[in-house]
């Protein structure tokens, strides 16, 4: 009957405050953050054995039982705690994670002596707001402007609740350190000691005649405050982004004051949609000025300009073409500039160009289909496709040939779905790719506009 001694380290002798001191050595060194992340589990383990022990031997009944008769049967066991599983409160449990400030209280704390104010300062909560801006103002930059009502720290009393020269007397709640101590348990005969403010002063530690209160602050110690507050969004700032304005949030004392963040969405724009710092627009041209060329504003930039585009003589817009203005995107916002600083930087404007082919029986007279017939290319460009179109008719004869008219047209979009296939050969891919636009910077199919 020696294995829980053992697992603690101790003699079968061992006084009561051997086995606590055994066990704070243990838990020390078995502590979460004295183990390396791979060693964690087997910390843990160990952790749960040892402390199982502790709670037989440092209770005096069970301890008797368990040098009797080797077990504690029908006691209840470390996971039965009150309050679960007091290990999870070590070993990263979710509804308390496990402060490394306990521990440190709880072997360096003084129990009794001079309660210590906690040692970072309280904030106030941070004030949040989201406000919704247009890509115009992205564009520009833009100041909003919003009336903010919060709390400031009494302005006659400083906070501290009372008139001038009130008598103040030492607060015999908190004894004059505003804070109170609160036990909390963190493992099995573990606790530690939270510092709260104390109610009765509000934190002051000292208290005063009723009729001495302020008079501003009716003894709240704050008072409201109003103001315009300015958010600056910078020229070129994407949608989601914040505006911090830091302190501006409510005050209160003793406390830091938290912050006002601000944050900003962008609506969808009705001609231009944002892809990084360079803009996109779409533009349906009709067939005429695809083969003809045009001269025309495009649309209303975010700045107010208009966009007009022509097209040098000669130049043919084909389906699927960008149109492409450099250095028309979006302002591109440098790294803590404001909004008035005028980065030139800029990204790129992209058209696409969308072309309305007209509708059947277009022409008004057969005549017309015949002119322009003449007039347009009627032979393909390219040598391969013609040569890869060639039918030899000779292979077929005449009474073997089929005519189709009464055909429907089947849009691109709106073909039958197929499951995926799997491609046998990648190589024949690669293959038809070479022959098609021959390899290494071969003939490509490009249309650039310079
Ligand atoms: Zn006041
Ligand atoms: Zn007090």
Redesign the pocket.
Known sequence: MTELYELLEVETTATATEIKKAYRKLALRYHPDKVGEDEREEAELKFKEFSHAYEVLIDEDRRKEYDTYGTTDGRPSYTEFPGGNPFDNFYGGAQNAYDANDFHNFFNGTPGGAPRRPQTKPRTEDAELEVTVTLEDLFRGKVIKSTSTRNII?T??K???ARKNAAMKPCGICEGSGTVRKIRRVGPGLVTQDYIECNTCHGVGKIFRAKDT?K??S?K?T?EETKILEFEIPRGARSGETVVLTGESDQYPGKETGDIVMTFHCKDHAVFERRGDDLYAKYRIPLADALCGFSKVLFKHLDGRGVKVTTPRGKVIRSGDYIKLKDEGMPVKEEGSSWFSRGNKRGDLYIEMDIEFPPDNWYLEKNDLLKIKNLLPTELSSKRDIEKQTVDRDSIPEENIEEFIDFSIARGNALPEYPEEKKTNEQDEYQDYYEDYGAYGGAQPECTQQ
Request: charged fraction near 15%; proline fraction near 0%; glycine fraction near 24%.
């Open positions: 009494c006659t009393c906070g501290s609740g302020c501003k602050c003894g110690r008072i």
